[in-house]
């Protein structure tokens, strides 16, 4: 059975930082894609970045390149979303997923879902 575990949400205040961590088990996790996603009330969810399975290549949606960094420890099994300077808009459940695929995008790439942290930022 595969699970992920998101921890590390919280409220910050607008400014702050967090690091988000997602604990997979029951899936070969060095064989998988990464992502984070978020959701906010009313809205779709949203891609935020993704990470290779060898961690060799990362991406990210335009509006948190340069503030959020995701990386991941394979004999861990844990991948980790750092995100820094939030903003009021950052506010969202943030999910992990996990892909067998080598397209990270959309939410339909992916095979594997946590049920979420909740970030909250503080204007």
């Known amino acids: 059975q595969v699970q992920l575990v998101e921890s590390g949400g919280g409220l910050v205040q607008a400014g702050g930082s967090l690091r988000l961590s997602c604990a997979a088990s029951?899936?070969?996790?060095?064989?998988?894609?990464m992502g984070w996603f978020r959701q906010a009330p009313g809205r779709e969810r949203e891609f935020v970045a993704a990470?290779?399975?060898?961690?060799?290549?990362?991406y990210y949606i335009d509006s948190v390149k340069g503030r959020f960094t995701i990386s991941r420890d394979n004999a861990k099994s844990t991948v980790y979303l750092q995100m820094n300077y939030l903003k009021p808009e950052d506010t969202a459940v943030y999910y992990c997923?996990?892909?067998?695929?080598?397209?990270?995008?959309?939410?339909?790439?992916?095979?594997?879902w946590g049920q979420g942290t909740q970030v909250t930022v503080s204007s």
């Open positions: 029951g899936l070969t996790f060095s064989a998988s894609g």
């Open positions: 990470i290779s399975w060898s961690g060799d290549f990362t």
């Open positions: 997923a996990a892909t067998a695929g080598r397209t990270y995008a959309l939410p339909s790439q992916y095979n594997y």
